[in-house]
């Protein structure tokens, strides 16, 4: 089976994934979810909650207030505002408008062919960096890094970094595939062969030429439907993840799949669900690729598969 190919036919090439944005009837409920889990308050009004991580993007996930909860849509970053017109007068994006929230910038948006709300911004201002935990050293066998001092960790939280994929089930993956490809210049990194004819899905990444990005930033899975599988945020290393685990744990939330090791992407992952059933991970130690990793095919059973850790039986990862 071939592949799609790796270089993408958009002049615009996005160079990240920037933030998800939800609905939900009870902002308390989600604040208070989303600081367990490793986030922190950026703002919020009577209408609208945004929360970061450690890094100095204004914010990483949005909640509006309405009467019932759904995902509303994910939004990438641009290089710059030329980006965004390009976007609007070639690829039928709004036209450019000020980004609400904190840092600014600007934004542009369109709905993909399942429903969905893409944004795609430029120009937003850093807000500055938050304390996170420096990784351990550690004592792998026979090659010791850490002597003379033992490992003490407190309490709490895990320590979220940045929003690092959005996984969304589509109608028809090569529509779907197609779109975001011709729109924002992702390329694949693997794709899910169901046997030699047919593909279900598709890992694909931003397009940075030689610089080193994420495994996937998107994920498509044709499922025959629309819908939010998950989002995907770092968290600062192994420790961290775990620490998140216990104190989610503790709190009563509820823990979806985890933890384990992916084989695609080879992420160490945790997933957890919002207070609304809203599906969220914690990942750390995933794999970079750059324009010299080529396309590659990939197995159902790899998808769902773990190299260490729980296998899935439900949907992608």
Not at 70 to 97: K, M, N, W
Not at 240 to 267: F, K, V
Not at 302 to 308: M, R
Request: glycine share 12%; hydrophobic share 40%; with cysteine.
């Amino acid at each position: 089976m071939t592949t799609s190919p790796l270089q993408p036919t958009s002049p615009v090439r996005v160079r990240d994934v920037a933030f998800v944005r939800f609905q939900a009837p009870d902002l308390d409920a989600m604040e208070q979810f989303l600081l367990a889990f490793g986030m922190q308050r950026a703002a919020r009004d009577e209408h609208t909650l945004y929360m970061r991580g450690t890094d100095d993007e204004g914010f990483v996930h949005v909640t509006h207030l309405g009467d019932t909860a759904r995902f509303i849509g994910v939004a990438f970053e641009a290089d710059s505002l030329a980006d965004l017109h390009t976007l609007t007068e070639h690829h039928g994006f709004t036209p450019v408008a000020e980004l609400a929230g904190p840092g600014g910038g600007s934004v542009v948006h369109a709905t993909d062919p399942n429903g969905h709300r893409v944004e795609v911004v430029a120009g937003r201002d850093s807000v500055g960096r938050l304390p996170s935990p420096a990784p351990a050293p550690r004592n792998a066998a026979g090659a010791p890094t850490r002597v003379g001092a033992p490992v003490r960790l407190d309490a709490g939280t895990s320590h979220v970094k940045r929003l690092g994929h959005c996984v969304l089930e589509v109608i028809d993956f090569r529509a779907s595939e197609a779109w975001y490809k011709e729109r924002l210049g992702l390329v694949t990194s693997d794709e899910i062969a169901l046997d030699e004819h047919t593909s279900i899905g598709a890992f694909l990444r931003c397009d940075q030429g030689d610089r080193f990005v994420d495994h996937h930033t998107l994920f498509l899975i044709g499922a025959g439907r629309a819908g939010f599988n998950h989002a995907a945020f770092e968290v600062a290393d192994f420790d961290d993840l775990m620490r998140g685990n216990t104190h989610l744990t503790n709190a009563g939330y509820t823990h979806q799949w985890g933890i384990g090791r992916h084989i695609l992407g080879s992420q160490i992952y945790d997933y957890w669900l919002d207070p609304w059933g809203h599906m969220v991970e914690h990942w750390t130690d995933g794999d970079l690729f750059n324009d010299q990793t080529p396309p590659h095919t990939a197995s159902l059973g790899e998808l769902l598969g773990s190299q260490w850790g729980p296998i899935h039986g439900g949907p992608p990862a």
